[in-house]
T-cell receptor, first 115, second 113 residues
């Protein structure tokens, strides 16, 4: 039982390049989330998927797209990377999209640098 | 709207002394509150959560937090710090019908010998 896994662990991009961050969970969770973590700002929600087949914008969605490929996998795409997207990206999952089933389980993160 | 304020960005304690990490929240509705811990270069791990049951919540590794509605606070405490407690701690609030979490800016806990 690996929990939430993310690939890659590290990535360096040049401005304008594209890439996809991968996330998978093996806990049979319905809901999945993408966050970014910047110094002094805590974690901010980029996009979430309350259930398979649905996605919604979070607090900071600009410059990103997501795909809920199936129940296990939720990917985050940067179409044209910008230096402002340099950050640590965390994927998380929870059993359901409900404040009463709210524990979110986090992956180890992807450290992205955009030059 | 919901928000959370962690009152200290850095806290330093000696091993064996008490830990107090302060958190105040703002919420239009009855909140769910959490503390997560992040060790260096790791993901976040849930320490404890409050979801309108007992106001004193016990978590892992000897941590506990008390929900005080009158003070809108949810401070994290531990009676005796251990070197392995050195990490960043996030206070988090969730309100409304969904599961959107609002994170505080974090408190870096340093434990010295």
């Amino acid at each position: 039982n690996a929990g939430v896994t993310q690939t890659p662990k590290f990535q360096v991009l040049k401005t304008g390049q594209s890439m996809t961050l991968q996330c998978a969970q093996d806990m049979n969770h319905n809901s999945m989330y993408w966050y970014r973590q910047d110094p002094g700002m805590g974690l901010r929600l980029i996009y979430y998927s309350a259930s398979e087949g649905t996605t919604d914008k979070g607090e900071v969605p600009n410059g990103y797209n997501v795909s809920r490929l199936n129940k296990r996998e939720f990917s985050l795409r940067l179409e044209s990377a910008a230096p402002s997207q340099t950050s640590v990206y965390f994927c998380a999952s929870s059993e359901a999209y409900s404040r009463y089933l709210v524990e979110q389980f986090f992956g180890p993160g992807t450290r992205l640098t955009v030059l | 709207a919901q928000s959370v304020t962690q009152l200290d960005s850095h806290v330093s304690v000696s091993e064996g002394t008490p830990v107090l990490l302060r958190c105040n929240y703002s919420s239009s509705y009855s909140p769910s509150l959490f503390w997560y811990v992040q060790h260096p270069n790791k993901g976040l791990q849930l320490l404890l959560k409050y979801t309108s049951a007992a106001t004193l919540v016990k978590g892992i590794n000897g941590f506990e937090a008390e929900f005080k509605k009158s003070e809108t606070s949810f401070h994290l405490t531990k009676p005796s710090a251990h070197m392995s407690d050195a990490a960043e701690y996030f206070c988090v609030v969730s309100t409304g019908g969904g599961n959107k979490l609002t994170f505080g800016t974090g408190t870096q806990l340093k434990v010295e010998l």
